[in-house]
């Protein structure tokens, strides 16, 4: 299974290739090609050409939340691909997003026009559904462990109500593979061990098996907690025996040194272009 992420916060090496604030990964699963979410903007279909991969041949893509920075390029993703099943959270069509961090409250909405003029693309998943042979999308239910404190930033206008960001329009992806899981959660809001607790219960599969988790964590660096972070890579770690961490966009430069301090070589940081296979 080949992974790659086509854009990032983290700009690469390659001065050829577009980063911004947002994500977006290609999976090639067999004979799937699976794109989870289309970051910020259409840079990011612009960078799959240059790596030579066809975002026409895309037979999947998830959007795993609402928040722009995961769906802006989604109209640039639809004027090239023409085939694609789109899974989301119905609540993408719902939900007003907003983010006030850095104290200025702004819109994070999709662009809700482009959703609404490609209905007949789209699948509404609001329930833990295996799509295909092997891949599962899934709700995060579980809240034994902390969630993100960069979550209080966040909130959605829904039916003249204004309320906090619960994630409940978030979906993350498990991919059976032979005998492991690999678990993907672009932003991790509803929290890293939440989710792979979540994975586990819906795919019947034991701690051991899980091989990989990808995306970023939502632990930002303004709301660091040192203890906080350690105890979610020593859990990690302990837990999860056989699993590597791999992450980058929402998971600030302080929670990636502590969780490579905790994890070693267990832990990877990614970047736009970054190209690895599990």
Not at 70 to 97: C, D, M, P, V, W
Request: with cysteine; glycine share 6%.
């Amino acid at each position: 299974m080949t992974f790659t992420l086509l854009i990032d916060n983290m700009p690469s090496q390659s001065c050829d290739l577009h980063s911004e604030h947002g994500l977006s990964l290609f999976c090639k699963w067999h004979d799937r090609n699976i794109l989870v979410d289309t970051g910020l903007t259409g840079k990011a279909m612009d960078n799959a050409k240059i790596l030579g991969i066809d975002i026409s041949d895309i037979d999947i893509l998830i959007l795993s939340h609402g928040h722009n920075d995961h769906t802006g390029g989604l109209e640039r993703f639809l004027q090239i691909n023409g085939k694609a099943k789109i899974y989301a959270s119905s609540h993408i069509r719902q939900y007003k997003y907003e983010s006030n961090r850095h104290g200025v409250p702004h819109d994070i909405s999709p662009d809700i026009n482009t959703v609404n003029k490609n209905l007949t693309r789209f699948c509404f998943i609001d329930t833990d559904t295996n799509i295909s042979d092997g891949i599962w999308i899934f709700h995060p239910k579980n809240d034994e462990y902390q969630r993100p404190a960069g979550n209080k930033y966040l909130s959605v206008d829904y039916e003249t109500k204004h309320k906090e960001y619960i994630a409940d329009d978030e979906i993350a992806i498990a991919i059976k593979e032979k005998d492991n899981i690999i678990i993907i959660s672009p932003c991790s809001h509803s929290g890293l061990l939440n989710t792979v607790h979540s994975a586990l219960m819906v795919t019947g599969q034991p701690a051991n098996h899980v091989k990989a988790y990808i995306g970023g964590l939502h632990l930002l660096d303004e709301e660091f907690e040192n203890d906080q972070v350690e105890m979610i890579a020593q859990t990690f770690m302990k837990h999860y025996p056989n699993a590597n961490l791999y992450s980058s966009h929402c998971t600030g430069e302080k929670a990636c040194r502590c969780l490579s301090s905790v994890l070693n070589d267990r832990f990877t940081k990614f970047h736009t272009g970054y190209s690895f296979i599990i």
